[in-house]
């Protein structure tokens, strides 16, 4: 009884052994998703990174910046891996250049 079952369940005509073009597709279907987050996820990250560097390679004394713990400051100067920070009357602080967020452009720094 059982065994007659088991073959009604069973593809018909041998069909299992018509797999064989399995393997390939499964590599396209890899390829398609690889690509998708590729240019959802991958893509986006690199070119926001590329950004952020330029922007932190770019600063100069007198940029008012917001730090990445969001304190706001005032650059005073800069060397190759730091930046030296006022955040109020005679405090400063040195801060590394990749802790740098944000700098303010003209008009965000005056409604500050």
Known sequence: MFVS??????APGGAAGQQGGGGFSGLIMMAVIFGIFYFILIRPQQKKMKEHKKMVDELKKDDKII?????????????????TVEIADGVRVKLSRGSVAHVLTNEEASKE
């Open 5 to 10: 079952i088991a073959h009604a369940m069973g």
């Open 67 to 83: 730090t990445g713990g969001g304190i706001y400051g005032v650059v005073k100067a800069t060397s190759e891996n730091t930046v």
